[in-house]
């Protein structure tokens, strides 16, 4: 059933024009950013060769896309998440929804998965452009991996997060300004704050991914993206479990 759910999720995204006019415009950002930054690196590289120990194009270039990627999501996710349940509520095909033998959490986790599926088949051309330099200079697969660990766990909170306020509207456009407003107020609060133990650090989803985008692997950093998906995933059902209850 969840596998059902998320097809039909992307099924639908794929069949609205936005959904590829959104796309388009994310990947020339991104293609446009990932050859602005390798020039850089290449007008650099003859000052980096004289250092005992330069940094490498991984860094130089990578990372700095990884990050790029990381703050586009964070504007995209909850323009994608504002319709999932919010417009199902709106187009009062909810109801049918939840009149079915289908539990919350298979209607939840179907949805949730469904757009992380899609977009990270979307970010899969972030690997895929960077290995393209593997033909000419050695990459270090350990910091892109790492990046990728990071990008996927945040993409998924990113879409537990706006899944809960599309699911407390039936205006798609309120939940796409709610998560966003959320989203951004944490990384500002975050960058904000001077204190390095500050605790706005501890709840912004960007701060915890700044490890991995050094390439480091903190088994805190991990468990806290999985208990902000979870959480806001628990939401969600409980709210779809009260909607059923309560009409």
């Given amino acids: 059933m969840i596998r059902l759910i998320a097809m039909r999720e992307i099924r639908s995204l794929l069949s609205m024009p936005s959904t590829w006019f959104v796309l388009a415009v994310l990947q020339f950002i ?3 950013f990932f050859l602005a930054r390798l020039e850089a690196f290449l007008e650099i ?20 896309l990884f990050n790029t990627a990381a703050l586009l999501l964070m504007m995209l996710v909850p323009m994608l998440t504002m319709r999932m349940i919010a417009e199902e509520r709106r187009n009062q095909t909810l109801t049918l929804l939840l009149s079915s033998p289908l539990s919350g959490r298979h209607i939840v986790l179907g949805k949730f ?28 697969h350990g910091l892109l991996l790492a990046n990728c660990m990071g990008l996927t766990l945040l993409t998924a909170s990113f879409i537990a997060l706006g899944l809960y306020l599309s699911a407390l509207t039936a205006q798609p456009i309120i939940a796409a300004a709610g998560a966003l407003i959320i989203l951004m107020g944490l990384w500002l609060a975050d ?3 001077s204190a390095a133990d500050s605790i706005w650090h501890q709840f912004s989803p960007m701060f915890h991914f700044q490890n991995f985008n050094a390439g480091l692997l903190d088994s805190a950093d991990a468990a806290f993206f999985v208990l902000f998906t979870s959480v806001f995933l628990l939401l969600t059902m409980k709210r779809l479990h009260n909607n059923r209850v309560y009409g």
Wanted: negative net charge; hydrophobic residues 55%; without cysteine.
């Fill in 191 to 193: 960058i904000g704050s």
């Fill in 113 to 140: 998965l469904g757009l992380l599926t899609f977009l990270l088949t979307l970010l899969a051309t972030l690997p895929l452009m960077l290995y393209t330099l593997a033909l000419g200079t050695h990459l270090d």
């Fill in 45 to 64: 590289q003859p000052q980096l060769a004289q250092l005992a120990n330069p940094p490498g194009v991984t860094l130089t270039v990578a990372a700095p």
């Fill in 30 to 32: 991104l293609a446009w």
